[in-house]
């Protein structure tokens, strides 16, 4: 991959020894932001030609972007006015779904009565509730880079002062680390959990979650994300950490990786191999179903109103492509339906009028989940291309 003088060669972000080749027609793609705000077209994104992970390039424009992102995050939520809400759409894990991640890993390890746990990167301390809750004998800390939310996470039952700042800064050593979709966003991954692997206990777990955009290709429309995972990639980035791969599913929670890992008892090399032709080719698949999808929403608003169901990333991302041609949304999310989103209403199910016609822009699966499930006399829902 070319760096900005078109001269130079990037170095892969998880195996280090590959450089990165350009998905070419991914530069022209509208974007969206982590926290669903339609972000410009203009990014880049890589393959490893040694390993296959996928990646943006760490240049000089994904730092600006990221930082133009995170700074606004802020105003945003303010601007908002439904904050909570806001910020674990952005975590990507409603409280419900905590519960489920953190009851499913708890099962599978089969924690002990009591221990202490970190949660990196965590927000309003939505992880770390639901921990308490799976969990009940545990001490837990969280991190942050700045105390926005600290009454609110230090005010959960057994929760250590909050840490702000630098995560290897934190005192003690961990029997759990969890780092839910965090990871994605980090410029130096195999750093970071490298630097975890050396705050756990012996016998210490670490739990991470990150998206799958294999499951999901809206996924790599999104500009802040550093890293696009694969099993693949998630496994070779830890091994470079010097951690053993114990878990790696992507059924725990549906369009997510969820991994468990303990620190290696002996420096293992990386797998050899990596997928570097499977993952362009999956790439470049998903790149052109999204384009499939886009076009197809067109033609839709070509022939007449249509809605648009869903209001998170997919949701915004299709809009942008439409102009302003999406009539309503639909969401099933109750804290959603009755507002209205980019300046549109937002309808439930029950309230969209007989003779609509609602688009399903999410990934095939999903798509025709929801198709099925919503279908009723008089208002066509209609998936999205194969
Ligand atoms: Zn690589």
């Given at each position: 991959m070319a760096d900005e003088t078109g001269t130079g060669e990037e170095a892969c972000g998880i195996c280090g020894g590959g450089t990165l080749e350009e998905?070419?027609?991914?530069?022209?793609l509208q974007r969206v932001t982590s926290d669903c705000r339609s972000w410009p077209a203009g990014g880049r994104l890589g393959v490893c030609r040694a390993c296959g992970a996928v990646q943006k390039p760490a240049d000089d424009a994904f730092l600006t972007d990221i930082e133009a992102i995170y700074r606004s995050y802020t105003i945003y939520h303010q601007a908002a006015g439904a904050e909570q809400a806001v910020f674990e759409q952005v975590s990507g894990l409603p409280a419900s779904r905590s519960v489920k991640l953190l009851d499913t890993f708890r099962r599978y390890v089969g924690l002990n009565a009591t221990g202490r746990m970190l949660d990196v990167?965590?927000?309003?301390?939505a992880t770390i509730r639901a921990f308490g809750q799976v969990a009940p004998g545990w001490t837990k800390v969280g991190t942050e880079?700045?105390?926005?939310y600290r009454s609110e996470v230090e005010s959960i039952p057994l929760t250590e002062p909050l840490h702000v700042g630098p995560v290897g800064e934190v005192a003690g050593t961990f029997d759990v680390i969890t780092m839910i979709h965090v990871l994605e966003h980090i410029v130096d991954p195999v750093a970071v959990l490298a630097t975890l692997r050396g705050k756990l206990t012996p016998g210490g777990l670490l739990l991470i979650e990150v998206p799958h955009h294999p499951a999901n290709p809206f996924e790599l429309l999104i500009a802040d994300h550093r890293s696009h995972f694969t099993a693949d990639s998630l496994s070779r980035a830890l091994t470079a950490a010097g951690c053993e791969i114990m878990s790696v599913a992507?059924?725990?929670?549906?369009?997510e990786l969820s991994v468990v890992a303990r620190p290696a008892v002996a420096q293992r090399p990386a797998a050899p191999g990596g997928e570097p032709v499977a993952a362009r080719d999956r790439i470049a698949g998903s790149i052109a179903w999204l384009r499939r999808t886009a076009d197809r929403l067109r033609e839709l608003a070509d022939t007449g109103s249509v809605g648009l169901f869903g209001t998170s990333i997919a949701g915004t991302w299709l809009a942008a492509e439409a102009g302003d041609r999406i009539g309503f949304f639909v969401d099933e999310d109750p804290n959603r339906s009755g507002r209205s989103y980019l300046g549109r209403p937002v309808l439930s199910p029950a309230t969209v009028a007989a003779g609509s016609r609602v688009f399903v822009g999410l990934p095939p699966a999903v798509a025709a989940g929801i198709c099925g499930r919503l279908a009723?006399?008089?208002?066509a829902y209609l998936a999205p291309p194969a």
């Open positions: 998905v070419l027609n991914y530069r022209s990167g965590c927000g309003n301390g880079f700045d105390d926005k992507e059924n725990w929670i549906p369009k009723t006399p008089g208002v």
